[in-house]
């Protein structure tokens, strides 16, 4: 069993930065990919970054590339994900994911996942 807790959500001012941090734990393993996503009211969960459980690969969607970016402490089994310059419609409920057992490859969609954190609140005031 595979838990994952996302923190470090909060109300910023356009512009500025926020991380997010996911914990995991339980039955973690190498073969685990890590991937953030967010979702706005009223719209489709949005795939943001992923990253294997070394942290040597990475890949970040268009829309976020340059400004956010993911990366892993490999002692806490902790994912970051770094958010500068953040904008009004950055404002989301973000999600941290887990696949178990696939091993690295780009995992950009929901069903590619398998287990999901509560989510944390983002929301940009401009």
């Known amino acids: 069993q595979v838990q994952l807790v996302e923190s470090g959500g909060g109300l910023v001012q356009a512009g500025g930065s926020l991380r997010l941090s996911c914990a995991a734990s339980?039955?973690?393993?190498?073969?685990?990919?890590m991937g953030w996503f967010r979702q706005a009211p009223g719209t489709e969960r949005e795939f943001l970054a992923t990253?294997?459980?070394?942290?040597?690969?990475?890949y970040h969607a268009d829309s976020v590339k340059g400004r956010f970016t993911i990366s892993k402490d490999n002692a806490k089994n902790t994912v970051y994900l770094q958010m500068n310059s953040l904008k009004s419609e950055d404002t989301a409920v973000y999600y941290c994911?887990?696949?178990?057992?696939?091993?690295?490859?780009?995992?950009?969609?929901?069903?590619?996942?398998?287990?999901w954190g509560q989510g944390t609140q983002v929301t940009v005031s401009s």
């Open positions: 339980g039955r973690t393993f190498s073969g685990f990919v």
């Open positions: 994911a887990a696949s178990l057992g696939r091993g690295w490859a780009r995992l950009t969609t929901v069903p590619q996942y398998d287990v």
């Open positions: 990253i294997n459980w070394s942290g040597s690969n990475t």
